[in-house]
């Protein structure tokens, strides 16, 4: 049964984690909704990934609640997982299969029947760039290859929810193109994405809101004009301002004297 979220795929309330005494998320309210392209962003250490982690039912959190893709994720965590694809920073592949195999087998892994996986490999494959490559092992592969192949596993399912981790960290500028332009298209098609990075200029690009968490507490959310707001920053300030000065960044010049 789905929860009542009104046009919303992610919702937290009061959502909290703690590693013995570090708070490392510290009572995050979110709302996101479905077709959203969202931006996560905060500085190394601010709680992005495990935050990602318990919307994806890998960490359970020490309180708050989370409604993903429609679903309580403390009581339907099954569902909430049939519902998402996720790209971590780190990828693991079976890197002794094929991309094709690994593609397929990893729709089957969804319920696919075999024809239907077969079919959504092919349509990936040739989205991202990879049909020359659909036969080689993927031990042989690039960076960028094997990044567009943990992404199109990720989404081979059809998922209503994308959670993306640093997609474009340590890959080439074809690769990037080509995750890009698949993002765009599925949030034209309805798909919510969830979008970690640290790439500013990808993110003004690409997110049409984003929300900016520091020490485990979101300190701004909503589009650039509204950070902008929050910030106190000035109309022609760039994200990357508006973000430094959310987190209150700060460059102590005893620290670089020995230059």
Same mark, same amino acid.
């Given at each position: 049964m789905t929860s009542q979220t009104d046009g919303y795929s992610i919702i937290t309330q009061g959502l909290t984690k703690r590693f013995g005494d570090l708070v490392a998320v510290d009572g995050l309210d979110l709302a996101v909704r479905e077709g959203e392209f969202f931006g996560f962003l905060g500085p190394n250490g601010a709680g992005k990934s495990t935050t990602i982690k318990m919307l994806c039912g *890998? *960490? =359970?959190?020490?309180?708050?609640r989370m409604v993903v893709a429609g679903y309580d994720a403390a009581t339907h965590p099954l569902e909430v997982k049939r519902n998402i694809g996720v790209l971590p920073e780190e990828i693991a592949l079976y890197e002794r299969l094929t991309g094709e195999e690994f593609l397929v087998f990893a729709a089957r892994m969804h319920g696919l029947p075999l024809e239907e996986?077969? =079919? =959504?490999? +092919? %349509?990936l494959l040739d989205l991202l760039e990879l049909t020359e490559a659909r036969g080689k092992l993927i031990v042989d592969y690039s960076m960028g290859m094997k990044k567009k192949t943990a992404f199109a596993a990720a989404l081979i399912h059809r998922p209503k929810v994308m959670f993306l981790d640093e997609p474009f960290n340590g890959i080439d500028p074809v690769s $990037? &193109? @080509? #995750?890009?332009n698949v993002l765009r298209h599925l949030t034209e098609r309805g798909t919510t994405i969830f979008f970690t990075t640290h790439v500013m200029e990808v993110v003004e690009r690409l997110c049409t809101r984003v929300a900016v968490i520091n020490r485990g507490k979101i300190v701004g959310d909503g589009n650039l004009a509204e950070l902008r707001a929050k910030a106190e920053?000035? @109309?022609?300030?760039? *994200? +990357?301002? #508006?973000?430094?000065? *959310? $987190? +209150? @960044? &700060? $460059?102590? %010049? +005893?620290?670089?004297?020995w230059l």
């Open positions: *890998l *960490l =359970r959190p020490n309180a708050g996986a077969r =079919r =959504r490999c +092919e %349509e $990037v &193109r @080509a #995750i890009r920053a000035g @109309a022609d300030s760039s *994200l +990357e301002d #508006i973000f430094l000065k *959310l $987190v +209150e @960044a &700060r $460059v102590d %010049e +005893e620290t670089l004297s």
